[in-house]
């Protein structure tokens, strides 16, 4: 817990020296996570990232096009008037995982989840509103703040023994099995040099009342933008998060290429 | 253009390091490294001198007594309830007050594993019986096996003793190669437990647990007894007692051949077309005299000539609890010293009644004075 909060601390004192710079920064494209929304009929795609899609300038959906087809998924962005000085927009998705979880719960190689529970999992998805608040720091830098609320809609009891205790995948799914969860975070975005600029992402996922009650993830990323076109992007993600087995540090790498076009 | 290469460059080398700074999944361990030490919640009954000890050996199925769990009895069971696991556990803790082994040897025993609820069975045994000290040395650790939806595990051997374990090592025995890389990288890894124990009246004592490979069906565990002769030999000169569930019959058994025995309801050897002819893990007739060194060069807690008079007094395995009783030896007790004669047990009732185990307890007596 005494290096979680010293590395806290570090962030929070980044936060502030970047805030010694007051400036903006309009830049919509390649701007996932940020209070930003993609110009309209711009998308964006890739490897890893979901496919995002500017209906119109209030407007964006978006989905993991693969994943789309065994765990559905869809995100609607939407933007609002500035709010002393952060462009504000608000996010909802809905997610169905009783698919996936069906499909992974096998015999043998592949076998995430112990067949013997396929039967058991319920039909459920799960429901986030979330608010994003974005504000340029300088010229270059940007800030934004997300907070929002996960609800689970479950139809039958879960058995606990379902659990994926795994980085990243057990934070996320920990909502079927408590039922509500908070999550909320900072971004960093800026330029470093050229067409070069980075990404330090902080993420917190807040189960109250649950025995696995939190998550921290936290993102570092390099991200080339080679034209509006094409985005390469590389970096780690460490997780620190409390599963079924006591708490734990992870530390992976991060990879993905982006394609995006008017 | 130049700068691009050069930032290619560093996007490349910043990967390669981030992966490298990466949590493996899966522990492959060192030839030899320190076991892991253990030590009961409250410290109870150092007895200061001793006249007879018991030792015992147990391969106590990671605590799920004789649940049809997928591995290794035909059934379709993973991953079971804590309260169940505890509910066993509690059985095994009874048997262990009941029988009073002074140092037991245990085989398959959880300490952080999804399929038992992540509960350490070597902490909670010692928090729950007389034993002070422990160790342990894991043959199977891997942050997630994504086979069978196993996720986390941690099994191994342990020791436990009424009497401070001063030295533990975890010694690798040769891995299986009969299997494809993937199966190999996340499969088990077995081990020999080596441990220095303070027992009054010993200068130099070891304890040592095994539990050798049970599906291999090349000579693994020749290869793996070959690695535990060697540490024997360097323990000459002091004494050494040495148990575990070696997953081999002793020479001379009257049956070799447990395929049908095994074999679950889908499957079918021995016949033309079968592939493969023989179950793994139930076919020892290849490994009938691997053995035959141990018998040779030190004292087994059942002399060999008593088994073959009475084998099935002294099973101590079964795979198929619900057609009979155990039906094979595979656990074993031996010593550089002499045992006191008769002394030994091999708990088949109790094992079998309790529904504690697909192995069965074996204990044996030493005289101090010797």
């Known amino acids: 817990m005494r290096l979680l909060k010293n590395f806290l601390i570090k962030i929070i004192l980044m936060i502030i020296i970047f805030s010694s710079f007051a400036f903006s920064n309009n830049n919509r494209i390649w701007s996932a996570g940020t209070a930003y929304l993609l110009p309209s009929k711009r998308f964006e795609v890739g490897l890893f990232q979901p496919f995002r899609y500017g209906i119109s300038d209030k407007t964006e959906i978006s989905f993991h096009p693969i994943a789309m087809f065994i765990s559905p998924n869809f995100s609607l962005k939407k933007s609002y008037t500035e709010f002393n000085g952060f462009s504000m927009a608000s996010n909802h998705s809905v997610f169905y995982p009783t698919f996936l979880l069906k499909t992974i719960a096998m015999e043998g190689t592949g076998g995430i989840l112990s067949p013997e529970f396929k039967d058991d999992i319920p ?43 795994l980085p990243i995948v057990y934070s996320r799914l920990q909502v079927f099995y408590n039922g509500y969860g908070l999550r909320g975070g900072v971004d960093l975005y800026g330029k470093l040099v050229g067409k070069l600029n980075y990404l330090i992402d902080t993420d917190l996922f807040l189960y109250p009342g649950a025995d696995e009650s939190m998550a921290f993830e936290h993102k570092g990323m390099l991200l080339l933008n080679k034209s509006s076109k094409i985005q390469i992007s590389c970096g780690y993600k460490l997780i620190f998060g409390s599963y079924p087995f006591g708490t734990q540090w992870h530390l992976l790498p991060v990879f993905d290429l982006q394609w995006g076009k008017n | 253009m130049k700068r691009f290469k050069k930032i290619h460059i560093i996007f490349i ?16 361990f060192e030839d030899t490294e320190d076991a892991q030490m253990y030590k009961a919640k409250s410290i109870q009954n150092i007895p200061t001198s001793a006249e007879n ?46 029988t ?35 160790s342990y040395a894991s043959m199977w650790e891997a942050q997630f096996v994504p086979s069978d ?222």
């Open chain 1, 123 to 165: 039909q459920m998805f799960s429901i986030y509103n979330g608010i994003i608040l974005s504000r340029s720091l300088t010229q270059d830098h940007l800030i934004s703040f997300k907070l929002g609320l996960n609800l689970a809609v479950r139809f039958d009891d879960i058995d606990s023994r379902t659990t994926i205790d």
């Open chain 2, 13 to 28: 080398v910043m990967f390669c390091l981030i992966f490298q700074f990466c949590d493996p999944l899966v522990n492959k």
């Open chain 2, 53 to 98: 000890l018991t030792f015992m050996t147990w391969n106590i199925r990671f605590g799920v007594g004789r649940l049809d769990w997928f591995g290794d009895c035909c059934g379709n069971k993973v991953i079971v309830g804590k309260h169940d696991v505890y509910a066993n556990l509690e059985k095994v803790a009874e048997l262990i007050e009941e």
């Open chain 2, 100 to 134: 009073q082994p002074d140092i037991i040897f245990l085989q398959e025993v959880d300490v952080e594993s999804k399929r038992t609820g992540y509960i350490d069975q070597v902490q909670w045994l010692l928090n729950n019986t007389y034993f002070n000290y422990g």
């Open chain 2, 149 to 370: 939806g196993l996720g986390r595990i941690n099994t191994g051997t342990a020791i436990l003793s009424r009497w401070k374990i001063t030295d533990a090592t975890r010694i690798q025995l040769p891995l299986r190669e009969d299997q494809d890389a993937l199966t190999k990288y996340f499969y088990l890894r077995r081990n020999l437990l080596k441990t220095k124990i303070e027992i009054p009246g010993f200068d130099d004592f070891w304890g040592l647990c095994l539990h050798l490979s049970a599906f291999s069906t090349d000579d693994t565990k020749e290869r793996q007894l070959q690695r535990v002769f060697s540490e024997l030999e360097d323990l000459e000169d002091a004494t050494f007692v040495i148990g575990g569930d070696y997953n081999l019959l002793p020479p001379g058994a009257d049956s070799l051949d447990y395929c049908d025995e095994d074999k679950c309801e889908d499957e079918s050897f021995h016949k033309a077309g079968d592939d493969p002819q023989h179950k793994e893990g139930s076919y020892y007739v290849e490994e009938w005299d691997w053995l035959q060194p141990l018998y040779d060069r030190y004292h087994p807690a059942v002399p060999l000539a008593e088994y073959l008079a009475d084998e099935k007094s002294y099973f101590t395995h079964t795979t198929k609890w619900d057609k009979g009783f155990w039906d094979r030896k595979l656990d074993y007790i031996f010593s550089n010293l002499t045992w006191i004669a008769g002394s030994d047990s091999t708990y088949q009732d109790a094992c079998f009644d309790r529904d504690l185990s697909d192995h069965v307890a074996v204990s044996v007596k030493w005289e101090v004075t010797q």
